[in-house]
């Protein structure tokens, strides 16, 4: 048995514990929408659900559909991009200030005050957390290691899921982010993000024999890279709805609604 | 404190400007969009990559690439709220459209092509014919956006 493969079916094992995991917090989340004071939009519960099975799929894509770069490019792209836009648009922070009773949600509350969680949720730093990490697994011998270790590819999916939520909320999320920049700055990041995307995409696609750096099998590595092309393309594009939705709702309730001046020069900063 | 015919004057302008901006926006997405869909997916002329593109082009291309993206989104967006504060300039709407449309199309015919040689129209073939119909295309929908301003221009304004 080479070490792949062995690599391979642990994750194949990993994945049930991490199945419990998943339906316990999709029960808790269920559980504090109907503890909320005054309701819980079932959309976003909907959305947390989603977000959840989609986790799940992920995992699963190898063992079902087989290894090879395809399906765990599907993988990453579902963990790295769709889930976290679908967990983050979910408002789990929302949630929980509004679950939590007034004492017990100040520690939350401190923390989304803390300047440590400004920076860090900073599109900015959302961005180099997210993208800097893609390009540091593809490009350096560190894809060759999650191929062989289970470990650190159960990490490289964590950090896609961790960094991932961090970006879709610093740029879209509904959940309060005390001090997050404008939408000029957000919408930069998202550019950014989906640039450094679609080059390293294309990188990857011309030249399937360097990088990943230490890669065994370069079968389907070029359908790997149209499909990271791509399915990136609609998770960006549906950041840039939500981005862009957040902006329409923010504008109904702050410009005022005169016809003659629709985007008055000194408006309230949205 | 401006006077109330000059403040409706320059009130009409920046309708006139964010209408117009609004839609080359969308136009330039659009543009893209149907080069990506009609010419890589559906024609199969371009090629995702064609093997000869330097580091650079590639890059660039990544840039362009998320521009267009977000480019319709945020055109959409910025349409969808001037309608809903009833202040969209039709004429200047259609203007930037076609403005957008042939402006991206000019840029993706002369510096992608071209310039960058990102990729060309199709291959095995002769090019002049493509590039010829590609930019006189783009040269066609620019002069009708721009006759399209001038008489918006001159036109009274009409929101509806």
């Known amino acids: ?270 | 404190m401006a006077t109330g015919p000059r403040r409706a004057h320059r009130e009409h302008g920046a309708r006139f400007g964010r209408s117009l901006a609004a839609t080359a926006v969308i136009g330039v997405g659009l543009m893209a969009a149907v080069d990506e869909i009609v010419f890589h997916q559906i024609l199969g002329w371009h090629h995702f990559y064609d093997r000869s593109t330097p580091m650079v082009g590639l890059l660039s291309d990544g840039l362009l690439h998320a521009g267009e993206l977000l480019a319709l989104v945020a055109g959409f967006f910025l349409f969808a709220d001037l309608r809903r504060h009833q202040a969209l300039h039709r004429g200047a709407a259609w203007a930037g459209l076609l403005l957008g449309l042939g402006g991206f199309q000019l840029f993706d015919g002369i510096v992608d092509h071209k310039l960058l040689r990102l990729h060309q129209i199709r291959y095995g073939v002769d090019l002049l014919p493509y590039d010829l119909a590609w930019n006189g295309a783009a040269l066609l929908l620019l002069a009708a956006g721009t006759v399209v301003l001038v008489r918006a221009r001159r036109a009274p304004d009409r929101t509806r």
């Open chain 1, 1 to 270: 048995m080479t070490a792949a493969s062995a690599a391979h079916q642990g994750a194949g094992w990993g994945v049930v514990p991490v199945l419990v995991l998943l339906a316990l917090a999709v029960a808790a989340y269920a559980l504090a929408a109907r503890r909320a004071p005054r309701g819980w939009s079932r959309a976003r519960t909907a959305s947390f659900t989603l977000g959840a099975l989609l986790v799940a799929a992920s995992l699963l894509l190898p063992p079902l559909l087989g290894h090879d770069p395809r399906t765990h490019m599907a993988q990453h792209l579902l963990i790295g991009m769709y889930t976290p836009l679908a967990l983050a648009m979910a408002a789990p922070v929302s949630l929980a200030l509004a679950a939590l009773g007034p004492r017990r949600r100040r520690p939350l509350a401190r923390l989304l005050r803390s300047r440590a969680l400004h920076v860090l949720g900073h599109p900015l730093t959302a961005l180099l957390l997210d993208t800097g990490g893609l390009y540091l697994v593809h490009l350096t011998p560190l894809h060759a290691a999650a191929q062989t270790r289970p470990g650190v590819h159960a990490l490289v999916l964590l950090h896609y899921l961790a960094a991932g939520y961090l970006f879709a909320w610093s740029v879209a999320g509904p959940d309060p982010a005390p001090r997050r920049p404008g939408t000029a700055t957000r919408l930069t990041a998202l550019f950014l993000a989906a640039a450094a995307h679609a080059f390293l995409a294309k990188l990857l696609y011309a030249h399937p024999g360097i990088w990943p750096p230490g890669h065994g099998h370069t079968t389907g590595a070029r359908e790997a890279a149209q499909l990271m092309y791509y399915g990136g393309d609609l998770a960006e594009l549906l950041l840039g709805v939500a981005l862009f939705t957040a902006w329409y709702r923010r504008r109904a309730r702050t410009a005022p609604r005169s016809a003659a001046n629709p985007w008055p020069a000194r408006g309230p900063r949205v």
